[in-house]
């Protein structure tokens, strides 16, 4: 804008003072000429105002010139993929916080994927890529077949086993739609490297746990144009919550506080559940289930930890739990073996009706030919052994659970092994009875 007309009102100004000086000597009235002295000091004070508005509003134009630049750079470089760094343009009626979003970060971050689908990015992958990919990049905590390593989460098996008291709750068991496997995998897998697997990596893993669940066969591809049409197992195991609609009215009504029980019994203790050791254990829920002896205490009981002895909870366990055990042995043994098969679930099946999984059916055990499962692609070792004629007894097998690697060097047998006597003599025992 042209700086001119703030040059020329101080001009003005100047010839009418010379004006109205010459007027005043002219006159030689005094009143007079103090009258126009004042009348000239008042109208050169509102000269200099004015020309004073005119430089303002001159600065403000240039100012907006200038904002109207920087406006525009920012939206350019914002279209060329600008940085991060960029200055906060103002923005009308604001404090010129922030700065709109770039159409790459909102692709970036936009990644979730829904039920029916959508969102999901345009690709495909296969089952025997996916296994290849999870070997690499997911095994060393899931497990080659998703069974879960140590205290890693499980994918696969834990069918039917929701409304038991230890519920397996996995991809297949558990999940109601498979976009959730997507997604999450996708979005923070493999655990520290988050945000590495491209999308035809995601679709192949994906498919690859879908197979770990017996949900697909091995020839599967699984892709953007496809996806929607994958059932999970447990897809109607999910109901709306309506208490606040069927219920509510119940919880309103005054509490009973009468015939109330004399004694509360404390049934578990959250240090039970937020235990998870590195190597395992008998507490952890991370862990398949096993027997927990919990001492039971009554509100006049002992407390948990007593005062005057601090003592770690393992041994307040140990100290209180029943020291006879229990009444038939037998039933006791075989119920034992059966939560200890959860761990074996995942890859066998025993009982009526078993088929294959990842590791062949092990009904009629003892006394099986080993690695004679019709069907059943074994490993070298297994093979060599059914040709020797090798059979299945209690002995072998607790040798072989103690250490599978150890036992039959190159088994696919993916299986940490169960180390203890009591354990071996457990899963035996269920395996007889369950496969009668
Ligand atoms: C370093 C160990 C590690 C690696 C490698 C890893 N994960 Fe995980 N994964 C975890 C942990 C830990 C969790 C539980 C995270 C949580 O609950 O916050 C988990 C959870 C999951 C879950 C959810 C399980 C559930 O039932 O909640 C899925 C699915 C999964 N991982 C898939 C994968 C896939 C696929 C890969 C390979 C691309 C992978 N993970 C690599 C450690 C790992
Ligand atoms: C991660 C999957 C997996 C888990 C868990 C697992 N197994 Fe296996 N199991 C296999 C596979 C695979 C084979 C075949 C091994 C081979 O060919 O090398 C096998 C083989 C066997 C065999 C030999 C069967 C035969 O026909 O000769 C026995 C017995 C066995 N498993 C028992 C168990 C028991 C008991 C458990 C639980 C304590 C268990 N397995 C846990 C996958 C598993």
Redesign the pocket.
Known sequence: MSKSPNLLLPALGFAALAVGVAYGVSTRNYKAEEAALAQLQAERAAEQAAAKAAEVSALEAQIAQVQEVAREEVRLAALSGGTLSEPAPEREGTFGLGREAHPQEIAAWDVDVLPDGRGLPEGSGDVWTGEEVFVDQCAACH???A?GVDNWPVLAGGFDTLADEDPVKTVGSYWPYLSTVFDYVHRSMPFGAAGTLTADETYAITAYILYSNDLVDDDFVLSHENFAEVEMYNADGFVVDDRDATEYAEWRAEPCMEDCKDEVEVTMRSVFLVETPPEGGSNSVMNPARDIALPSFTAAGPSFIPEATPQPVETAILATAPAEPEPDQGDALVATGEK??R??????EVGPGARN??????NG?FG??????DG????????T??EEGKV?DEAE?AA??AD?KGY?S??????R??KTDE?QAA?AAY?SAASE
């Open positions: 497990g080659d077949f069974e200890l098969f761990q074996c679930s995942t890859c066998h999984k990842s590791g062949p059916h092990l055990l099986r030919v080993m690695g004679s499962v059943f692609r074994y490993s070298g070792g297994f093979e052994a059914m299945w097998l072989f659970l599978p039959m190159g088994t696919r047998m993916s299986f092994g169960l354990d899963i395996l």
